[in-house]
């Protein structure tokens, strides 16, 4: 039998274990099913060049989504772009496909990356590693990391040969670069693209600064010549378009995408007045008796306590996706409400993106009503 097939059983025996249990079906509140999306791919465009589609293809790239198509279509006119898709959508394609079809083509050009933090820059850096790999020299991409732990000695050497790409974060984009601006350029003179990865996360004070930050940068590159293309990449959120003309000042063609799983996934509201840790406890049985592997996301102060009652794969609520995704699992329990919607809903996509069915419990915590 196949796994998918495996697994949408135990799911359905969970499902039936759970609402008649007269203790945990009163509980369920609402319940819903989501159908794999129906969105139809598209043959990779062929304005990329052969080896590059090549390339694409040994990666696994052979078809793209409509968004992704058009992302790169309007890229590729000039457009300030802001692809906004989920988790396990291909944002990271539509980065890597841009920089190989133009800069790589022509061998001229730079790109800054600006990431929230380093963990993003180095998995870029990787799959740039891997791509160049696969490809004869005059096809690759230099790139460096240029942030607080980069010694002395490669900061002078990364500015003697600059490379084609150069990934940073915020902090360094203002003390090592800007600030320095002088010896920046040749970059800047080149610079053809600003990328800014993870949009969703550019929120409150730290999305004030970095707004600063892109109009200082992009007065420089002016300064010196150039008119860089934007390219912002986010998980789903209800106002991009303001967000992304917030940060870069700049109008930028706003693409949504989807994820491309291929399987459903059941979601359920749970309502408890009971404790949390108990009954995750006895939630997290109930996936063991039916073979399903489960994580717990959950606040920060219960984490302690969740591994105290012996549930080892807990999350906080402030976990990025990526850090998820070196694991497998089948099933999601988010206990509470986390302050990021979008967060949610991007973690939920992921679980669903996958070639396995999936399940998903938010169980909320109420009060106990008094009459």
């Known amino acids: 039998m196949p796994v998918a097939s495996v697994i949408s059983q135990s799911i359905e025996a969970f499902l039936a274990r759970l609402t008649t249990d007269p203790s945990l079906g009163s509980l369920i509140r609402k319940q819903c099913t989501l159908l794999p999306g129906t969105s139809s791919d598209q043959a990779l465009p062929t304005f990329l060049p052969p080896w590059l589609i090549a390339l694409a293809s040994t990666q696994g790239i052979v078809r793209l989504t409509e968004a992704q198509r058009q992302a790169l279509d309007f890229l590729r006119q000039g457009r300030h772009v802001c692809f906004m898709a989920p988790t396990g959508a291909g944002r990271g394609v539509v980065r890597l496909l841009t920089m190989y079809q133009s800069l790589a083509v022509e061998q001229r050009g730079h790109a800054l990356y600006i990431f929230p933090y380093k963990p993003r820059a180095l998995a870029q850096s990787s799959a740039f590693t891997i791509w160049n790999a696969a490809l004869a020299p005059e096809h690759g991409l230099s790139v460096a990391m240029y942030d607080?732990?980069?010694?002395?000695?490669?900061?002078?050497?990364?500015?003697?040969?600059?490379?084609?790409?150069?990934?940073?974060?915020?902090?360094?984009?203002?003390?090592?670069?800007?600030?320095?601006?002088?010896?920046?350029?040749?970059?800047?003179?080149?610079?053809?693209?600003?990328?800014?990865?993870?949009?969703q996360l550019a929120v409150g004070a730290f999305?004030?600064?970095?707004?600063?930050?892109?109009?200082?940068?992009?007065?420089?590159?002016?300064?010196?010549?150039?008119?860089?293309?934007?390219?912002?990449?986010?998980?789903?959120?209800?106002?991009?378009?303001?967000?992304?003309?917030?940060?870069?000042?700049?109008?930028?063609t706003v693409v949504t995408g989807e994820t491309r799983g291929t399987q459903p996934q059941r979601r359920l509201l749970l309502e408890s007045q009971d404790d949390p840790v108990s009954l995750c406890r006895t939630l997290m049985a109930r996936h063991q008796e039916a073979g399903i592997e489960p994580v717990v996301l959950a606040p920060g102060r219960l984490g302690p306590q969740l591994r105290d009652a012996g549930i080892a794969q807990v999350f906080p609520h402030d976990i990025s996706v990526a850090a998820m995704r070196v694991s497998t699992y089948q099933s999601l329990i988010c206990l509470g409400l986390p302050a990021s919607l979008a967060w949610l809903h991007d973690v939920l996509a992921w679980l669903a993106s996958g070639a396995l069915p999936s399940l998903s419990l938010l169980v909320l915590h109420c009060m106990?009503?008094?009459?």
Request: charged fraction near 20%; hydrophobic fraction near 40%; glycine fraction near 6%.
């Open 148 to 199: 607080g732990d980069t010694p002395s000695t490669e900061r002078r050497a990364i500015k003697q040969a600059l490379p084609r790409l150069v990934l940073t974060t915020p902090e360094m984009l203002h003390t090592g670069i800007l600030a320095y601006h002088g010896g920046w350029r040749a970059f800047f003179q080149e610079l053809r693209y600003v990328v800014l990865v993870d949009v």
């Open 207 to 252: 999305g004030a600064h970095l707004a600063h930050l892109l109009r200082r940068l992009y007065r420089l590159a002016h300064h010196y010549g150039a008119q860089p293309q934007y390219l912002l990449t986010s998980a789903p959120l209800g106002n991009m378009v303001e967000v992304a003309r917030t940060l870069t000042a700049q109008v930028c």
């Open 368 to 371: 106990a009503r008094h009459r």
